[in-house]
């Protein structure tokens, strides 16, 4: 069964200080991969994806991620955080195009990471 | 361009009332997805819906829940006789083709059973 880890509940950082936000994933081919940012009783925005092709992804907000397929990871990473950038954030798999290995049919998420930036 | 809808924004119920969570999806999309969120977790699947045609509802409980997404209308989450275990967010996403293409989120019914 497909699953994504997300190992730090909690990350602070400083204002203006580097970020990056784990994410493990565990799935039987290389699934469709997302990040989504959540904040305060709000839904959630898609920062994210990858689908194929370069494995260093642009996003929104000034984010990127990288897909490592030997470790199975899809790291966040942004160079300078505003305060702005608190928030839930939460990795997601999915299933690529014609697979066949079985799972439910909606994305998979982390738990999340509560990202919390001090001044 | 609207995103996705969902309404109410917050219900509150009984235990034992039934509950009705509805969602619009984005112009264009004909695929629909429920997750529920408890606090302090991810988001799990529920439910995907085609127009008139439940695709997968792998993640649903199999009792008191049942979803559907009309040939008109919004797709309706529909939880009878609930329970304080119901107490969850539960947010609506849609995405325009059959697999897994982008899904884009609705901000969420919050539901608090009393």
């Known amino acids: 069964a497909q699953s994504v880890t997300q190992p730090d509940i909690h990350i602070t950082v400083s204002e203006g200080a580097s970020l990056e936000l784990r994410c493990n994933y565990s799935y039987g081919a290389t699934p469709y991969l997302f990040w989504y940012v959540q904040s305060p009783g709000q839904g959630l925005q898609l920062l994210l994806k990858?689908?194929?092709?370069?494995?260093l992804v642009q996003g929104i907000k000034g984010f990127e991620a990288e897909f490592k397929r030997s470790q199975s990871s899809f790291n966040l990473r942004k160079p300078s955080v505003h305060w702005s950038d608190a928030a839930e954030y939460f990795c997601a798999v999915g299933a690529p195009r014609g697979y066949s290995g079985g799972g439910a049919d909606g994305l998979t998420f982390g738990k999340g990471t509560h990202l919390i930036i001090q001044p | 361009n609207a995103g996705v809808m969902q309404n109410p924004r917050h219900l509150v119920r009984r235990r034992g009332q039934e509950a009705r969570l509805r969602c619009s999806p984005m112009?264009?999309?004909?695929?629909v997805y429920w997750y529920r969120q408890l606090p302090e977790e991810g988001l799990k699947f529920m439910v995907y819906?085609?127009?008139?045609?439940?695709?997968?509802e792998s993640g649903m409980p199999k009792e008191r829940f049942s979803a559907e997404f009309p040939k008109e209308g919004p797709s309706i989450l529909r939880i009878q006789q609930v329970v304080r275990g119901d107490s969850a967010a539960y947010f609506c996403a849609s995405s325009p083709g059959l697999y897994q293409e982008t899904q884009y989120f609705g901000p969420g019914t919050r539901l608090l059973v009393l």
């Open positions: 819906l085609q127009k008139e045609n439940i695709i997968d």
């Open positions: 990858y689908f194929s092709g370069d494995t």
């Open positions: 112009k264009g999309h004909s695929h």
